[in-house]
């Protein structure tokens, strides 16, 4: 019990944040139904036609939806597809943390010496997330109902309530499934190993809508059995024997994980392979990187950089070709057109690329400035800048390059994604302002930046909670964007989000208003976070 | 007159209920080893981040070889040495490469010198970093001050986690330092550490400096808790003992005494020379009990 509650104490924010994305995610979604579907039957029925057509395009990721010309139908396809992906990767996250993260900060150790037993120990942190799931998942059935209702209709308690448990069920077996993975392998390759395993298992469910191939292998991924259950539909229902599946896995993994637990050292995988012996070394590092101020920070996180360079510009050449896949026949439906008329504005492909590309990357680079922000914090917190502040370096000099730095890889990043999105759409026969894309790849920079010193701004003051506000203010500054054409809010408060700064560099050229505004937010930034580093105490 | 190595002038972090560090005037000659002495929470790790320029004072000042430690906490840094009082996390980045990254800061890390430390110490610097022991991150703490020679060494008791021969290595190397011209300032909760490698020793209690002794006043403040076991039906020296110098607290059951000894052992071991002893047992008592002992006559200097 008391290991249970320390479990869920050690998951409260995650637990907070994602009962707050779900409850967003799904109110938004219900609300915003009515907002885009019409209000008679012949607007629902075109609305619903036009969703299908654009859902075939994305079969890779969510599957079809079924009556999207109702709320529940609209949500269950819109919301709870992301949602599945959404607590898989929370799922992922707090497994492998409880694992082996908590294993390498000694929390494990000790409550180990605390008389609980390994078995208890799996039981109490899988119990946890059980409970946590289930909140976060209520959390958004609460949303459907409120946003149904604000539309004026209703929806079953009973439907949202059976939304919820196979989310639920799906994450616990996420979540039993990442924590198997993690006895297996080190410390350091669990999260990788283990996300690499869960996007498999997505994939081969979502890529079998399209390679038949696949099809006998689908009853080995949890995603499968998720999608059977569509209660929200009218006349839909949850799948009892596909959920029930679900429970299975998730307390057969648990059990597998227990007893893997049970026979490997903690710190060690349960199977590793004998490292060759190999005399001491007692030799400094000779590359030069280490002494050059921003190579050096550049350096060691290389393979972070590839990764995410890699990954972004990869991205950017799907989304070129889903452009071509998504435009061409829609080109050919007119009612289309009014769905679409609220996010796209000028030529078409320029246009879808920009909102499905830019849209995305930009989230993207946001995120990757959260995790920037997240190593500053960690930075602090670990005695890591303690260290570096017993060297003859300002504080000055310390955010100036952490913003250098930042700065350079966003440009490496942006840099490599847009020359992929060139090459791609050439390939595609897209005809694409070479100057346009190289501003819109370039403006990414001076947005990444924008939340770089508001992070390392918040890093100065609050560095235990700056990763979570940080998240927040991305998370309501992309949603200010993505919604207000929908609920017609206000254009103040459409500016101001850094979204919006960022403009259509791709259909309508540099804004510059924004431009010069995210670099005085920028340089305001750098300022005011050196004169708070100036100040602060440091590990007090 | 050579100025100061370190200089406090009514030096305070005051961090509120009482706790933080109050009204420190200090002085510390150049390469004088000087032993900062406290239980945990006295103020010793607060008053090396001052002196660090990483937290700043309340209210005084604090000066190393006369320059500010908060405006000009840079120049400082290229005459300090520093083992924090807890080793940071550097990840999965290997031994050599943080010498490589810290001491690129410094322009570079002396190859040799670095080579000759982490082979003292048996370090092996191809390993990651989170692969390392606690003793091992400690090693590695002591080659990255001393890897550049400073001036200064500042540090936040560099001992913990390390084994007795290492420790033993350490103080060798505190010495040969000293006699190359640095001046060290340690800081310790162990009585008998600060004795043995330092010159003089700054008390430190509940945030205030009680007292600086020289090492003619720690021995006297030193004692320790015996415990003497004579063969069973022998003759226990009972009144030789209790009327033996420094020794205190005579308390005997059967064929075992338990006492007390201030100062030297000389006069203990002289009473029980002709009794036959099979097990004595001596346990140096914790830095509070050493400060009870030490106020026991006069309570009220003892500092709140």
């Not at chain 1, 949850?238 to 057969?252: E, G, K």
């Not at chain 2, 403040?221 to 420094?246: C, M, Q, W, Y």
Request: aromatic residues 8%; glycine residues 8%.
């Amino acid at each position: 019990m008391v290991a249970s509650l320390f479990a869920l104490r050690l998951g409260r924010w995650g637990i907070a944040g994602f009962g707050g994305i779900s409850f967003l995610i799904t109110l938004l979604n219900a609300a915003g139904f009515y907002q885009v579907a019409g209000h008679t039957p012949a607007e629902r029925q075109a609305f619903a036609r036009s969703i299908d057509v654009l859902a075939a395009n994305f079969s890779v990721i969510v599957p079809p939806p079924i009556r999207a010309d109702t709320v529940g139908g609209y949500v269950q396809f819109r919301a709870y597809g992301a949602l599945a992906i959404a607590f898989a990767i929370w799922a992922l996250a707090s497994a492998s943390g409880a694992a082996r993260g908590d294993e390498e900060r000694g929390i494990v150790q000790a409550v180990l010496a605390a008389g609980t037993s390994r078995l208890g120990l799996i039981a109490s942190r899988a119990g946890a997330f059980v409970i946590g799931a289930t909140i976060a998942a209520l959390a958004g059935s609460a949303g459907v109902l409120v946003g149904v209702a604000s539309g004026g209709e209703s929806i079953s308690a009973a439907a949202a309530l059976e939304a919820a448990l196979a989310l639920v069920a799906l994450a616990v077996c996420c979540y039993s499934l990442t924590l198997v993975i993690c006895q297996l392998t080190s410390a350091r390759g669990a999260t990788p190993v283990a996300g690499a395993v869960l996007l498999a298992l997505f994939l081969i469910n979502s890529l079998s809508r399209t390679f038949d191939w696949l099809i006998p292998w689908r009853p080995l991924t949890p995603f499968h059995y998720f999608e059977q259950s569509s209660p929200l539909v009218p006349d839909g229902s949850l799948d009892v024997r596909a959920t029930l599946v679900l429970v299975a896995m998730a307390i057969a993994a648990s059990a597998l994980a227990a007893i893997a637990f049970r026979y490997r050292d903690v710190g060690s995988p349960l199977l590793s392979l004998p490292t060759p012996s190999r005399p001491a070394s007692y030799e400094v590092a000779r590359s030069l990187a280490w002494r050059i101020p921003v190579v050096r920070e550049l350096y060691e996180q290389r393979i972070a950089i590839l990764v995410w360079t890699v990954g972004l510009a990869t991205l950017g050449a799907i989304f070129v070709v889903l452009t071509k896949a998504i435009v061409d026949p829609l080109l050919t439906i007119p009612g289309l057109a009014r769905y679409f008329s609220a996010f796209i504005h000028g030529d078409v492909y320029p246009s879808f690329l920009g909102f499905i590309w830019l849209g995305f990357t930009q989230l993207l680079m946001a995120g990757f400035a959260v995790t920037q922000v997240a190593r500053w914090s960690a930075q602090d917190s670990d005695g890591r800048l303690e260290q570096v502040l017993s060297s003859p370096v300002s504080r000055a000099g310390v955010v100036i390059e952490r913003v250098v730095v930042l700065a350079v890889e966003a440009l490496i990043i942006a840099a490599v994604s847009g020359f992929a999105v060139w090459t791609e759409a050439h390939y595609q026969s897209i005809d694409l302002d070479r100057g346009r894309l190289a501003a819109a790849a370039l403006l990414l920079v001076p947005f990444t930046l924008v939340f770089g010193v508001i992070g390392a701004l918040l890093a100065s003051r609050i560095p235990r909670a700056t990763v979570g506000v940080l998240g927040i203010l991305v998370f309501a500054s992309y949603l200010t964007t993505q919604l207000a054409p929908i609920f017609r809010l206000p254009t103040w408060v459409q500016d101001a989000s850094a979204f919006k700064l960022y403009g259509q560099p791709l259909t309508a050229g540099v804004d510059q208003t924004g431009l010069v505004i995210m670099i005085v937010i920028v340089m305001a930034g750098v300022v005011a976070s050196t004169l708070v580093m100036e100040r602060r105490d440091i590990g007090a | 007159m050579a100025v100061a190595a370190i200089h406090t002038a009514r030096l305070s972090k005051d961090y509120g209920l009482g706790r933080g560090l109050f009204e420190l005037d200090l002085q510390v000659s150049q390469q004088e080893v000087f032993g900062f002495l406290g239980p945990n929470g006295a103020g010793k790790s607060t008053t090396i981040r001052l002196l660090m320029g990483l937290v700043r004072p309340t209210a005084g000042s604090a000066h190393i070889f006369g320059l500010d430690c908060i405006r000009d906490y840079v120049e400082v840094k290229k005459k300090v040495g520093y083992v924090p009082g807890e080793m940071p996390q550097f990840g999965s980045l290997r031994g050599s490469e943080v010498v490589a990254y810290l001491g690129g800061m410094r322009g570079g890390a002396d190859v040799r010198l670095v080579r000759g430390l982490a082979e003292r110490f048996n370090l092996d610097l191809s390993r990651r970093y989170r692969e390392y022991s606690s003793g091992n991150k400690q090693k590695l703490g002591i080659v990255l001050a001393f890897m550049h020679r400073p001036q200064l060494l500042i540090l936040d008791e560099p001992t913990s986690g390390l084994d007795p021969l290492i420790q033993q290595e350490f103080y060798a190397l505190l010495n040969e330092t000293r006699e190359g011209g640095a001046t060290i300032f340690l800081s310790s909760h162990i009585l008998s550490e600060v004795e043995r490698a330092c010159d003089r020793v700054g008390i430190v209690r509940a945030g205030r400096l009680v007292r600086i002794a020289d090492l003619d006043e720690l021995h006297r403040i030193r004692f320790h808790h015996v415990e003497i076991e004579f063969a069973t039906g022998a003759r226990v020296p009972l009144d030789a003992i209790k009327a033996a110098a420094g020794v205190e607290d005579v308390v005997a059951e059967d064929h075992r005494v338990a006492c007390t000894v201030k100062g030297s052992f000389e006069p203990l071991l002289h009473a029980i020379r002709d009794a036959k002893v099979t097990n004595l047992v001596s346990h140096e008592p914790s830095l509070e009990e050493i400060f009870l002992e030490y106020y026991r006559d006069a309570p009220r200097a003892l500092p709140s």
